[in-house]
Antibody
């Protein structure tokens, strides 16, 4: 079945960087964009950006421009999101999700989420 | 950028019908998707393109979209439906993937 499996929880100090992975299986990895969405504690879903597994092209929301880098390794069907210069406000669960399209764009499935805790 | 507005909470007794709204400017011309997120879990798609159910989603889930409001309806609500529900659209703006703030469904 189609599945996205993310790397485990991380604890980082302020100013550090974190890199989260998202391994895809059950479909052709290069056929669908991978998006990253974050959810701060008790808050809603916030879209961060996408990476094209086929071309490597990326698009980030302006809020994270300059701090986020999304990459992929097609040889192992894995997408990555790296966030730098972490602050306590970056404490959140980060999800990857596969993009699908018919009339519009939606996400299915989602990875299980990766908790990133930023604390001194 | 495009804004989606959801009520923070909805409460319903088991067996009753729950209706959760998602408001946006002329949202009726967009395709709306709905996700269910149970506590500690990842979101799961329950409705796509306003009213289509993905494979494996109960027939109790349905959706509609017109004017400035899209609605997710859950009939014959069960305790297992308790979750946060998010609407999502794609908009031709700088940040195209937009989520509503979410509605917490409580089953009394």
């Amino acid at each position: 079945q189609v599945q996205l499996v993310q790397s485990g929880a991380e604890v980082k100090k302020p100013g550090a960087s974190v890199k989260v992975s998202c391994k895809a299986s059950g479909y052709t990895f290069t056929d669908h964009f991978i998006h990253w969405v974050r959810q701060a504690p008790g808050q809603g879903l916030e879209w961060i950006g996408w990476v094209s597994p086929n071309s490597g092209l990326t698009n980030y929301t302006q809020k994270y421009q300059g701090r986020v880098t999304m990459t992929r390794d097609t040889s192992i069907s894995t997408a990555y999101m790296e966030l730098s210069r972490l602050t306590s406000d970056d404490t959140a669960v980060y999800f990857c999700a596969r993009e699908l399209f018919r009339i519009s764009y939606w996400f299915d499935p989602w990875g299980q989420g990766t908790l990133v805790t930023v604390s001194s | 950028s495009y804004v989606l507005t959801q009520p923070p909470s909805v409460s319903v007794a088991p067996g009753q019908t729950a209706r959760m709204t998602c408001g946006g400017n002329n949202i009726g011309i967009k395709s709306v998707h709905w996700y269910q997120q149970k506590a500690g879990q990842a979101p799961v798609l329950v409705i796509l393109d306003d009213s289509d159910r993905p494979s494996g989603i109960s027939e109790r889930f349905s959706g509609s979209n017109s004017g400035n409001t899209a609605t997710l309806t859950i009939s014959r609500v069960e305790a297992g439906d308790e979750a946060d529900y998010y609407c999502q659209v794609w908009d031709s703006s700088r940040d195209p993937w937009v989520f509503g703030g979410g509605t917490k469904l409580t089953v009394l």
